[in-house]
């Protein structure tokens, strides 16, 4: 059963701070994982997406890093601002015809000044 | 800009009501889906839609139903509405299968009280 698992379940951090947040996903055929930034009571908005040979992509402050190997993702959020508080999901997909996802639960990301 | 718009942002409905939640494209995408996203649990597939007039039961379909008459519109009907179908539902549409830079696009979700 494709599975994707994300750690912390949730995080506060200091304004500045740097933090990292984990994906494990067990899904195959491996087609690409992506990462949303969820504001509360708002729809997920895409911050990266990476298939099966890329290693590292940014988007600002947000860097992810896909270790296909291991089936590992982080998301590095760097010089954290009020901002970024929101939920973070990782989401994977395998290559079917109707292109279903398998989606974490996200961690919840609070940034304190 | 590419946009998936949900028609509400908020409902307040009445239990037994039937209540129907619409969701359109614009970026002519083959796939659509109906999610429930509730605290602690995630977001969870209700229905998608792969073409005009298919659909197929996500993980959790009962008191649910959907339609696609057209490619850029998915709508969602609860046949009688409960409480327990409170919550916030996402309408999310992607390319066949998710490729580029795309994957999902959601809406913005509409939260429904049911009371």
């Known amino acids: 059963k494709n599975q994707v698992e994300q750690s912390p379940q949730s995080l506060i951090i200091l304004e500045g701070k740097n933090c990292t947040l984990q994906c494990n996903y067990t899904v195959s055929p491996f087609s690409n994982l992506r990462w949303y930034k969820q504001d509360t009571g708002r729809g997920p908005v895409s911050l990266t997406i990476m298939t099966f040979s890329e290693n590292t992509k940014s988007n600002g402050r947000y860097t992810a890093t896909l270790d296909a190997d291991t089936k590992q993702s982080s998301l590095h959020i760097t010089a954290s601002q009020l901002s970024d508080s929101a939920s973070y999901i990782c989401?994977?997909?395998?290559?079917?015809?109707?292109?279903?996802?398998?989606f974490g639960d996200g961690t919840t990301l609070t940034v304190k000044p | 800009d590419v946009k998936v718009t949900q028609s509400s942002r908020y409902l307040v409905k009445r239990t037994g009501e039937k209540v129907f939640l619409e969701c359109v494209q614009d970026?002519?995408?083959?796939?659509m889906f109906w999610y429930r996203q509730d605290p602690g649990l995630g977001l969870r597939l209700i229905y998608f839609s792969y073409d005009v007039k298919m659909k197929e039961k996500g993980d959790i379909p009962e008191g649910y139903s959907v339609s696609r008459e057209k490619k850029e519109r998915f709508s969602l009907i609860l046949e009688s509405a409960s409480t327990n179908q409170t919550s916030m539902y996402l309408c999310?549409?992607?390319?066949?299968?998710?490729?580029?830079?795309?994957?999902?696009?959601f809406g913005s979700g509409t939260r429904l009280t049911v009371v």
């Open positions: 970026m002519d995408h083959e796939n």
């Open positions: 989401v994977v997909s395998a290559y079917t015809n109707a292109g279903k996802s398998t």
């Open positions: 999310a549409s992607s390319s066949n299968p998710p490729t580029g830079n795309y994957g999902y696009t």
